[in-house]
């Protein structure tokens, strides 16, 4: 993926964090537990996805899947385990961050823009 994504979704993140801390700090940590989990995700997911040059892919197998899942579900766990510290809603926002963000990109690309 280009460096470009976790730039620009990094500091969307950043900026969204900066905001939330004059309202409530705990949402602003929320915001950067997510989003420093979701790019622990997406770095897994390129390191685990590989194309030969036949074009077949592998998968990574289901232990990658596994674990790829925990990185997903440990920032909600530790949420709200720790509701006096992080937001839940605002660390699943910082999950969704970067899909947000890949998402426009590729709508981008799509579209020639």
Known sequence: MDKELYI??????LVASIICFFFNWRISTGILLGLMFSFLYFYLLTLSF?????????????IGWFLRILV????????????????????FG???AFRLVLMV?????????
């Open 8 to 13: 620009v979704s990094g500091i969307i993140g």
């Open 72 to 91: 997903l579900a440990l920032p909600l766990l530790i949420a709200c385990l720790l509701p006096n510290v992080f937001n839940l809603y605002a660390t």
């Open 94 to 96: 910082g999950i969704m």
């Open 50 to 62: 590989k194309i030969d040059e036949n074009g077949n892919m592998s998968k990574g197998g289901i």
């Open 105 to 113: 990109y590729f709508f981008k690309r799509k579209e020639g823009i």
